[in-house]
């Protein structure tokens, strides 16, 4: 839910992505149908019938990215890359910063990381950290301003030389072989609560045909 606040101020508000299906050693699927399936919220009940941490998702896909940071991604916005970027980073869709969240590395989310992020991909942009909030100045109205800031490429993302990149969602990259594999694991610390599956293990570049055939394995 958005709060008020002044016409400049943008917050963040990570997107709701929460794993609840209980996984065993799972076969493969296609992309994304299962991905969806397995996101939703966790139903009450009691201890014994709630589904179990744990597990591995195992995926195949046939986009084969080279790069998971969404500021540099050549992709469009297709539903599998919108799955695998809300998987790893969350994007701005609200307006005040979550005082809990963290980064993959244990370090707190602060303006200045947001406002770094935005930079990074909009560069006619003036972002600038406020305390709890990111300012962001405009040459002129943009009332889709709310939807840009969903989109993939402006998810929230740690860049270091050197160093994997980070984000604040569900998932953390725990290996990354660029076009190749990706293996993601749960978020102990995430805002809204640990996902229930342990990991996703994602096959890309596989055509269809290919994808079957993993999934009758």
Not at 15 to 38: C, E
């Amino acid at each position: 839910m958005s709060q008020p606040c002044g016409p400049n101020q943008v917050v963040v508000l990570p997107s709701q992505f929460r794993v609840i299906q209980k996984m065993g050693n799972m076969k493969h699927t296609a992309w994304p149908s299962l991905v969806v399936a397995s996101l939703l919220i966790a139903a009450s009940g009691s201890a014994d019938t709630r589904p179990q941490y744990g597990g591995t998702l195992r995926i195949s896909t046939r986009i084969a990215p080279v790069t998971l940071d969404p500021a540099t991604s050549t992709r469009s916005n297709s539903v599998t890359r919108q799955n695998l970027t809300h998987l790893i980073f969350d994007t701005l869709i609200t307006f005040w910063l979550r005082r809990d969240v963290k980064v993959h590395d244990g370090s707190p989310l602060t303006g200045d990381a947001v406002a770094a992020s935005l930079r990074a991909v909009n560069k006619t942009w003036n972002v600038s950290p406020n305390r709890d909030s990111v300012i962001i100045e405009l040459d002129a109205p943009t009332p889709n301003l709310p939807a840009q800031l969903a989109l993939p490429e402006n998810a929230i993302a740690r860049r270091s030389p050197g160093v994997k990149i980070v984000g604040t969602g569900p998932f953390q990259i725990s290996d990354w072989q660029p076009g190749k594999k990706l293996i993601l694991s749960a978020n102990e610390a995430y805002w809204n609560g640990r996902p229930f599956i342990g990991s996703i293990e994602i096959e890309m570049g596989k055509d269809f045909r290919e994808q079957m055939i993993a999934l009758e394995l």
